[in-house]
């Protein structure tokens, strides 16, 4: 089975390499143009095109480029020329660090907010709760990064505004990233719960006399996750998304303000390289979530 999906994924990142291909060049601009800027003569524009390989058809670069990468070669990039598999090493433990530290932080709000949700519906708790994560998923990024910004950094002072400097660099933006999803969390915990809740199960648990408090734990909260592991996978793939803007906004040097960046040079063979990391980061997760699956509930491994 697991072999089976990981041949899955070779028409998904193909398809991936395809269309960011397609897309880039499509983009208006010239990564010559950037390069030598509007004084340079014709004759520079044509030679620094055939140095770069873009004066051949389409085709024939997305073939030469397929070819570099079944090596394990990401090619050179066309601003500094330097190799982008030593430019992505330094930025995707970064993006790394902040991925995970704001999963981290959206789990220990959603979770505990959802649980008491559930076990206290229709009262205040519960009202608050579902008020909260509301207005949570309403707030992209790019308006609640520089609040709380504004709030942390310039009115209260307890954290720096932007970059890497300090380790406590890191909280702004990973906070950012993390209360879409804490509000998701928030959401999906709470209505699996309170399904679970209502199961013979659960009710055989609570006949037999256990406190509340076991009947929960034990019984309900286990079945009550395989949705919300589903939607943890699921939405890695958004909080990779956001932290392109997020890493923008506070400075953060990682991928995705790697990718931002060589978006705005044209510089193609760099915004390949970040796209298939951040899909293949992707399929890879969806991948840990099916096997996650079957250690929350051993009948989904047997079924599969």
């Known amino acids: 089975m697991l072999f089976k999906r990981l041949l899955a994924v070779i028409p998904v ?40 390989g873009l004066d051949q058809p389409l085709p024939t670069q997305f073939a030469n480029y397929l070819g570099k990468l079944a090596q394990g070669d990401f090619g050179r990039s066309i601003h500094s020329h330097n190799e982008i598999s030593s430019v992505l090493a330094e930025r995707i433990p970064a993006t790394a660090k902040l991925a995970l530290l704001a999963l981290a932080i959206a789990l220990l709000i959603g979770l505990p907010l959802g649980i008491v949700a559930a076990l206290h519906h229709l009262h205040w708790p519960d009202r608050l709760a579902t008020l909260s994560s509301l207005t949570l ?33 890191i909280f702004l933006p990973a906070l950012t990233l993390a209360c879409g999803l804490a509000a998701i969390l928030t959401r999906m915990t709470r209505a699996s719960l309170l399904e679970t809740l209502n199961e013979d199960f659960v009710r055989t648990a609570r006949a037999k006399g256990l406190p509340e408090r076991l009947v929960v734990l034990r019984h309900a909260l286990n079945p009550a996750l395989l949705p919300v592991v589903t939607v943890i996978g699921l939405q890695l793939g958004s909080l990779l998304a956001g932290a392109v803007i997020t890493e923008t906004v506070f400075g953060w040097e990682g991928i995705g303000r790697l990718l931002v960046e060589s978006i705005e040079k044209r510089d193609y063979p760099v915004t390949q390289a970040c796209v298939l990391v951040i899909a293949l980061t992707y399929v890879l997760v969806n991948l840990l979530t099916d096997l996650a699956y079957g250690q929350l509930d051993p009948r989904v491994g047997r079924g599969k």
């Not at 010239?30 to 140095?51: F, H, I, K, N």
Request: glycine share 10%.
């Open 13 to 52: 990142v193909f398809g991936v390499l395809l269309l960011t291909f397609l897309l880039v060049h499509l983009i208006p601009g010239d990564p010559v143009e950037v390069m030598l800027g509007e004084s340079a003569t014709s004759a520079d524009r044509t030679q620094l095109r055939a140095d770069l």
């Open 137 to 169: 998923s309403a707030m992209p990024h790019f308006w609640l990064g520089p609040l709380l910004m504004l709030v942390f950094a310039l009115w209260l002072g307890w954290l720096p505004v932007s970059g890497m400097e300090s380790g406590s660099s």
